[in-house]
């Protein structure tokens, strides 16, 4: 069976893909708001690449962090025969693929996790280019979705959320603000991280005092510092 796509282009910048599925036409009409055209598509792809890799990456962190391990070496390998990682068998997604799932060495199976992470890493990321285009927002909302991402696997992992990577994230998104909109931006930036911050502790300190054990983890009361 063969799909064929034809674009056409209106004066009404609204993109009309047509595709010829058995002889029939299919219609499909994508706004040109953030789908219209193949350069948002080419977008699309782009981020939702980025994305995968990064997501590949963030395994890596959301692993070796907690353990206080570098992010560098040892570099990527497999954890049963210690076999390292070729390139091609970095390749998010697609590797999993072709290997069957399996190392390429020991044949042990892979988890489906790895490319799953991935594959809604690259998602989000292409969620984020069609929410906010090409924008700071973009930048700030990239860095806060990769933060959730790490975390969300350190605490499963491990029920750890590293400060240092709340101290990293918080800075980058302050100097991206500062860069972007100047250093006038700094009081009100500072008053909203340090405001839900307060806030909460308040509630973690009412409530160790109630209960009388720990309500809230520190790592948790850190994170409104975001």
Known sequence: LMIYPLFFFNDTATTEI???????????????????????????????????????????????????????????????????????????????VIQGGKCKN???????????????????????????????????????????????LSDVLYMVVPNILLLFTGLTILIIKIIFNGISILPITLLNMIIPFTVLLIFKLLGDFIFKTESLGNGDINFMLI
Do not use: Q, W
């Open 18 to 96: 047509y595709t010829l599925f058995l002889h029939d036409a299919l219609p499909i009409y994508v706004s040109k708001y953030r789908l219209g055209g193949c350069m948002e598509v080419y977008y699309l792809i782009v981020f939702f690449i980025f994305g995968t890799v990064l997501g590949s990456f963030y395994n890596v962190v959301g692993y070796r962090l907690p353990n206080n391990m570098s992010l560098i070496r040892p570099a990527s390998h497999c954890t049963k025969c210690n076999h390292k990682l070729t390139p091609i068998e970095l390749i998010p997604i697609i590797s999993y």
């Open 106 to 152: 020991c044949k042990d199976k892979i988890a489906i996790f790895y490319p799953i992470f991935e594959t809604i890493t690259g998602i989000l990321f292409a969620l984020t280019y069609i929410v906010y285009g090409f924008s700071i927002d973009t930048i700030i909302s990239l860095v806060f979705v990769s933060l959730i991402l790490i975390l969300i």
